[in-house]
T-cell receptor, first 111, second 117 residues
Framework: QKEVEQDPGPLSVPEGAIVSLNCTYSNSAFQYFMWYRQYSRKGPELLMYTYSSGNKEDGRFTAQVDKSSKYISLFIRDSQPSDSATYLCAMSQNRDDKIIFGKGTRLHILP | NAGVTQTPKFQVLKTGQSMTLQCAQDMNHEYMSWYRQDPGMGLRLIHYSVGAGITDQGEVPNGYNVSRSTTEDFPLRLLSAAPSQTSVYFC????????????????FGPGTRLTVL
């Protein structure tokens, strides 16, 4: 079983819809959870991070962590065509530890 | 600030050739790293450095060498290129090794697309 599992998609949704992106993981020691956004032919950029369980909201984006289920989610409200990108989940055991990335989910927002 | 810059953007090599991928950052970051990104594999750490003169191996170091003579530069060397090294290579930097934190955002360069024939 891979440490981090992420459905590669592609996921196509109409503009304005709520998008749900998910990752599962096997290592219960992970404490830091991140979402990166990567536009085509660009490097990844950190979108959100959370520590331990719970929710974190930033504008149209909400990150959710359920450590009991080893499951993290990223929700995008009122999705826009500019949200079309690959979203990578990532996690680490502590602040100084290496980051393990998911394979990324390609998202297309249809105008 | 230019952020993290990488050169070249694209490169085609023949098997057995050597080359150096350049990476530079102007943010005075101590921590720099190299990743490769392959379809279906995600981002994998090749080598990293926690400061000038200090480097260490990541998840997939074989076939690659690095050195860190200055804070700004962190070149990645392919000594004898193989088709398995065809990939997109990303350099990243952050203020400290505390990668997973609000003030320790890891900044990625635009990538180098390498094809080995």
């Amino acid at each position: 079983q891979k440490e981090v599992e992420q459905d590669p998609g592609p996921l196509s949704v109409p503009e304005g819809a709520i998008v749900s992106l998910n990752c599962t993981y096997s290592n219960s020691a992970f404490q830091y959870f991140m979402w990166y956004r990567q536009y085509s032919r660009k490097g990844p950029e950190l979108l959100m991070y959370t520590y331990s369980s719970g929710n974190k909201e930033d504008g149209r984006f909400t990150a959710q962590v359920d450590k009991s289920s080893k499951y993290i989610s990223l929700f995008i409200r009122d999705s826009q065509p500019s949200d079309s990108a690959t979203y990578l989940c990532a996690m680490s055991q502590n602040r100084d530890d290496k980051i393990i990335f998911g394979k990324g989910t390609r998202l297309h927002i249809l105008p | 600030n230019a952020g993290v810059t990488q050169t070249p953007k694209f490169q085609v090599l023949k098997t057995g050739q050597s080359m150096t991928l350049q990476c530079a950052q102007d943010m005075n970051h101590e921590y720099m790293s190299w990743y490769r990104q392959d379809p279906g594999m995600g981002l994998r750490l090749i080598h990293y450095s926690v400061g000038a003169g200090i480097t260490d191996q990541g998840e997939v170091p074989n076939g690659y060498n690095v050195s860190r003579s200055t804070t700004e530069d962190f070149p990645l060397r392919l000594l004898s290129a193989a088709p398995s090294q065809t990939s997109v290579y990303f350099c990243a930097s952050s203020y400290s090794r505390g990668l997973a934190g609000s003030t320790d955002t890891q900044y990625f360069g635009p990538g180098t697309r390498l094809t080995v024939l």
